[in-house]
């Protein structure tokens, strides 16, 4: 996982150099739509303040660990499971909101599984192609 200084989003497919874009991320031949997937930094700080204390103490999971392609914040994602919105030049539709794994658990050595349950992101699919980049903003569109 890297940060990238833009990410060109193509409708149906992800964004270019992804692993869901390519077809080989995990989940790549599931019928769910996970073109690209969303996490809120509120929940990353949550963990590193262990709210709610689920595990013997705090977790620090930089945005490079938690393998979502782009972290907001102050961007309730629940609330845009099934709406349209826009991220820079791109329009997304919310999905399903995502689960935690077993697997994050085992490659980062952390007890994340049960603190990310129910928080853990939003897959999303792409509807229009276009560019987007750190500091864009989330705007609702229907």
């Known amino acids: 996982m890297e940060e990238l200084p833009e990410g060109h989003c193509v409708a149906g497919r992800g964004i270019v150099g992804d692993r869901y874009f390519e077809g080989n991320g995990s989940y790549s031949h599931r019928s769910d739509i996970?073109?690209?997937?969303?996490?809120?930094?509120?929940?990353?700080d949550?963990?590193?303040?262990?709210?709610?204390?689920?595990?013997?103490?705090?977790?620090?999971?930089?945005p490079a660990d938690h393998r979502r392609n782009l972290t907001v914040r102050g961007v309730p994602l629940n609330h845009l499971v099934g709406r349209r919105?826009?991220?820079?030049a791109v329009?997304?539709?919310?999905g399903r909101l995502n689960f935690p794994c077993k697997y994050l658990e085992e490659l980062l050595g952390l007890p994340v599984y049960l603190p990310l349950y129910n928080r853990s992101g939003l897959n999303c699919g792409i509807e229009c192609d276009g560019v987007i980049r750190p500091?864009?903003?989330v705007e609702l569109l229907d």
């Open 91 to 94: 329009v997304f539709r919310g």
């Open 34 to 44: 996970r073109e690209v997937t969303l996490i809120e930094q509120e929940v990353l």
């Open 85 to 88: 919105f826009r991220i820079g």
């Open 135 to 137: 500091g864009d903003s």
């Open 46 to 62: 949550a963990l590193s303040r262990n709210d709610p204390p689920l595990q013997a103490g705090p977790i620090q999971l930089a």
